[in-house]
């Protein structure tokens, strides 16, 4: 317990290189000296200081796996945001950026731990899930993972060619896309929010005692959460994680 | 860390109540929701609330019985580790102090347990003379399930998951027992203005 309990230092990561992935998001790669490792799923804080000593800070759910050489966190620019814009459109590489972590231990997943998972995401929601698909990737795991990923458009999609690659040479990792507000000529996916009917098509049985994992910046997690309940999941098996609607 | 660091280009948007916020905070108008997992439905009709433990006898109200004891009015800031922070919250519900009236205990802690079998713990002198309250009422409506309800504690001097949505009772106990986020990293205490939110702060 005593070694648990040290403390999270701040830490000056240097930015490697900023990419964007869509239109409104970025990746930031981070070299951070000492980085003692994480968990798929767990966050960072990051602290921004002016130069007059004001300081704020925010969340960041770390979107790389444990097993790639940089930390990586994934971005959206909030127009009223005090932080994502400057992380969006500011900082390049060469820059320090200040944070610690890794933090939280409940909305974690490791090859050990099994499935088959059942990922939920909206938007940028999709950071922590992609660390955990990027882990198991990684570490070669065959747990049954399946994806439902909610974008506003196609453009919008984070990770889109990523997740095309990965899921095209493994049977056991399935994708599937909705797009809230456009869709282009000849989509054949889904072109909703997701909602229970939807849930009810995609979701794993309950039978199968799926690990579920809901992320998203929005109300949208009690809502997949409550209907993955109604439809059978067992409570403790679903698993949520939420950055506030003005996380900035 | 940090010294004389500053972070290139940033320039930060102050706002004039930044100065009644703890370190680290910023200001939301919203009231954000945050949950480990699914929202806990309990039917009125099932829900109880008791006090256990280190306590002669028991204590245990029915929600009808619950609503009957004499409430308050609270009107307080409250934090979130994650950040936010919301000014002039209003509440309604039971102080602590007129669960415990007339009850001696040698319990020094106490674990505030809830349907979805969250825990969290605190020191018993966090809950008495008028800190604490059970909660059922925000903003002059009945407390939305997303937000606790149909009842959650309130201990706004601390980090708000000290604040256990969906509490159903209080164990009181001689020694501490680290709750859900306390054994997941968390600070044992979370006292926001100390800035105690992770393990060593």
């Known amino acids: ?248 | 860390m940090g010294q004389g660091f500053f972070s290139r280009g940033f320039r930060g948007r102050r706002r004039s109540q930044d100065t009644a916020l703890p370190p680290g905070q910023y200001l939301v108008d919203g009231f954000p929701v945050l949950s480990a997992g699914p929202t806990p439905r309990t039917p009125l009709e099932e829900w109880d609330f008791s006090i256990v433990g280190e306590i002669d006898e028991p204590k245990r109200w029915t929600w009808e019985e619950f609503r009957q004891l004499p409430s308050e009015e609270i009107t307080k800031d409250i934090h979130c580790v994650t950040k936010w922070s919301k000014l002039g919250t209003r509440w309604e519900g039971v102080s602590i102090d007129t669960l415990l009236k007339g009850v001696e205990t040698a319990a020094e802690y106490v674990t505030a347990f809830c349907d979805g079998d969250y825990t969290t713990n605190l020191p018993l002198e966090d809950l008495t003379g008028g800190k604490a309250w059970i909660a059922y009422s925000y903003d002059g409506e009945s407390l939305e399930p997303e937000h606790g309800g149909p009842a959650r504690l309130l201990v706004p001097h601390l980090y708000f998951w000290k604040s256990a949505k969906w509490v159903r009772g209080l164990q009181l106990t001689t020694y501490d027992v680290p709750g859900f986020w306390e054994t997941l990293g968390y600070h044992n205490y979370g006292d926001p203005w100390r800035e105690q939110r992770y393990w060593g702060d």
């Open chain 1, 1 to 248: 317990m005593a070694a648990q309990l040290r403390r999270t230092l701040w830490r000056l990561a240097e930015v490697i290189e900023v990419v964007p992935e869509t239109p409104r998001t970025r990746s930031l790669l981070l070299e951070v000296p000492e980085w003692e490792g994480h968990k798929a799923g767990q966050h960072v804080d990051v602290r921004l200081t002016a130069e007059d000593g004001y300081q704020t800070q925010r969340s960041y759910s770390i979107a790389s796996a444990p097993e790639d050489e940089r930390l990586v966190l994934t971005v959206d620019h909030l127009d009223d945001g005090e932080v994502s814009p400057y992380l969006t459109d500011v900082l390049m590489a060469g820059d320090k950026l200040e944070l610690r972590g890794p933090i939280g231990g409940y909305f974690t997943w490791e090859a050990a731990d099994g499935g088959p998972l059942f990922l939920v995401g909206g938007g940028s929601g999709i950071a922590p899930l992609m660390a955990m698909i990027r882990h198991r990737a990684a570490a070669d795991s065959d747990v049954p993972t399946r994806l439902l990923y909610s974008s506003r458009s196609y453009e919008e999609i984070i990770f889109r060619e990523e997740l095309e690659t990965l899921a095209s040479r493994d049977s056991a990792l399935e994708v599937i896309h909705t797009l809230t507000r456009s869709t282009p000529e000849g989509w054949a996916g889904y072109d909703r929010r997701i909602d229970a009917e939807m849930l009810r098509e995609v979701a794993r049985s309950p039978d199968e005692s799926p690990l579920a994992f809901v992320c998203d910046p929005t109300s949208f997690v009690e809502g997949v959460a409550d209907a993955l309940v109604r439809l059978g999941h067992v409570p403790a098996r679903v698993k949520t994680e939420r950055f506030g609607p003005t996380g900035g």
